[in-house]
């Protein structure tokens, strides 16, 4: 029997066909792909955390020099009450999914802090994670040794606007956090009162919204970690 090509049936199941060996093409390639899309989320992630501590890496050395500088076994998982949770890689830990996760009780988010030796001197990096105006955002604070005075600071973010939003990764704005206390609330302000005064930074003009999501993401994740500090 000839198969009339014209007819709608014909077209019907030729797009069927057509949109099954596609859909399967995509799939291939992107499981085929996914090691090194996971590679390359490893490394950021890396290089982000070496940020936090003013350490400049490339991809070519994030990985080695993650390895030289933190103190993998010394890295730790909290809890929200800052207990320590045993049976956990601190690396291993994504906090942008559990923060999406609106399933997950904030209570039974895990808080990993990374243990770092810099020129002979401990930090401590913690990740921060919260929301901006069209997105999440998120970041990496370096503590110095005294458990309290902040080393060093990285902010980036997913869907921020550019020249307004987006500006909290550069560094004229995360900078204004080093030398603050975790121990303390850090207000951002937009009336330019920020500029070297303890407990407040400057917030990003005409970003007002992602401005206080930083706020809002540093002081309540810090507040953990201050109470492992005050544990320990």
């Known amino acids: 029997m000839a198969i009339n090509k014209d007819s709608n049936g014909y077209t019907f199941m030729f797009a069927i066909a057509l949109v ?4 399967a093409g995509l799939a291939a390639v992107s499981m085929g792909l996914k090691p090194m899309q996971d590679k390359n989320i490893e490394v950021k992630k890396k290089m982000d955390i070496l940020g936090a ?26 809890d929200s009450d800052g207990n320590v ?41 913690i990740p921060v994670v919260g929301s901006g105006l069209w997105g999440p955002i998120w970041g990496y604070f370096a503590v110095n040794a005294d458990k309290e005075s902040i080393y060093g600071a990285k902010f ?17 704005y995360y900078s204004q956090y080093v030398g603050e206390k975790i121990t303390s ?24 919204i992602t401005s206080k999501g930083v706020e809002e993401m540093v002081n309540r994740t810090l507040g953990v970690y201050v109470k492992y500090f005050n544990k320990n």
């Open 20 to 23: 099954v060996i596609v859909g």
């Open 53 to 78: 501590l003013n350490i400049e890496s490339t991809r070519e050395n994030a990985t080695q020099d993650y390895d030289k500088y933190i103190k993998s076994d010394e890295c730790v998982v909290l």
């Open 85 to 125: 949770k045993d049976g956990l890689v601190a690396f291993d830990i994504d906090i942008k999914v559990q923060f999406r996760d609106k399933t997950l009780d904030p209570k039974d988010r895990d808080y990993p802090l990374y243990v770092a030796e810099v020129d002979g001197e401990t930090k401590y990096v």
């Open 156 to 172: 980036d973010h997913k869907t921020e606007t550019p020249g307004l939003g987006a500006e909290i990764k550069q560094e004229f």
């Open 185 to 208: 609330q850090i207000k951002s302000v937009k009336d330019g009162s920020g500029a070297g005064v303890n407990g407040k930074v400057d917030g990003i003009t005409g970003g007002t």
